[in-house]
T-cell receptor
Framework: DAGVIQSPRHEVTEMGQEVTLRCKPISGHNSLFWYRQTMMRGLELLIYFNNNVPIDDSGMPEDRFSAKMPNASFSTLKIQPSEPRDSAVYFCASKKTGMNTEAFFGQGTRLTVV | DAKTTQPPSMDCAEGRAANLPCNHS???????VYWYRQIHSQGPQYIIH???NNETNEMASLIITEDRKSSTLILPHATLRDTAVYYC?????????????FGGGTRLMVKP
């Protein structure tokens, strides 16, 4: 398996633009997580899905952030409009729901908003 | 999820055992201890987890105290490639697709 695939790996955009980050989870995994990592705040959980349904989005910073999972093999995290303080590395992770299962992380998308 | 406390940083000589401590004094009976690590510029990587008993796999050993209030991750023969931030997490294991909440972790520096 190729693992969790995120795209793009790097994104540089201007303030005010819409940004869409993409994630393909590992086939057969039915839980998906979006994290954000900065030097100041470390790794923060933004939202997680179970069987394509958002279970907890309490970590989403504000209404500018939205996440969707239209099917079991694809998820997006959208920021509209983007701001410089959104600059961070965004990670997607997936796991099987069930006992004794670990999460697998993608390589992340490094977002820079200028 | 219960809160964990880890030292912010540790050094270890290459080839020696690295022992990374974690305190989780408020852990509940059904909460597992998980360890992940993050090598620079990569996503976090699962290492090991346990509930009550000590666990060992090809990467590391996990020693959990009898009262479960603390644990130690052991890398038996640390290499330079083990330099990373190590996260200790406690969470409930159930079928609801539970979350992983990361703390500050321990930055392990393996030195030649």
């Amino acid at each position: 398996d190729a693992g969790v695939i995120q795209s793009p790996r790097h994104e540089v955009t201007e303030m005010g633009q819409e940004v869409t980050l993409r994630c393909k989870p590992i086939s057969g995994h039915n839980s998906l997580f979006w994290y954000r990592q900065t030097m100041m705040r470390g790794l923060e959980l933004l939202i997680y899905f179970n069987n394509n349904v958002p279970i907890d989005d309490s970590g989403m910073p504000e209404d500018r952030f939205s996440a969707k999972m239209p099917n079991a093999s694809f998820s997006t995290l959208k920021i509209q409009p983007s701001e410089p303080r959104d600059s961070a590395v965004y990670f997607c992770a997936s796991k099987k729901t069930g006992m004794n299962t670990e999460a697998f992380f993608g390589q992340g998308t490094r977002l820079t908003v200028v | 999820d219960a809160k964990t406390t880890q030292p912010p940083s540790m050094d270890c000589a290459e080839g020696r055992a690295a022992n990374l401590p974690c305190n989780h004094s408020t852990i509940s009976g059904n909460e597992y201890v998980y360890w992940y690590r993050q090598i620079h510029s990569q996503g976090p990587q699962y290492i090991i987890h346990g509930l009550k008993n000590n666990e060992t796999n090809e990467m590391a050993s996990l020693i959990i105290t009898e009262d479960r209030k603390s644990s130690t991750l052991i890398l038996p023969h640390a290499t330079l490639r083990d330099t990373a931030v190590y996260y200790c997490i406690v969470r409930v294991q159930n079928n609801a697709g539970n979350m992983l909440t990361f703390g500050g972790g321990t930055r392990l520096m393996v030195k030649p």
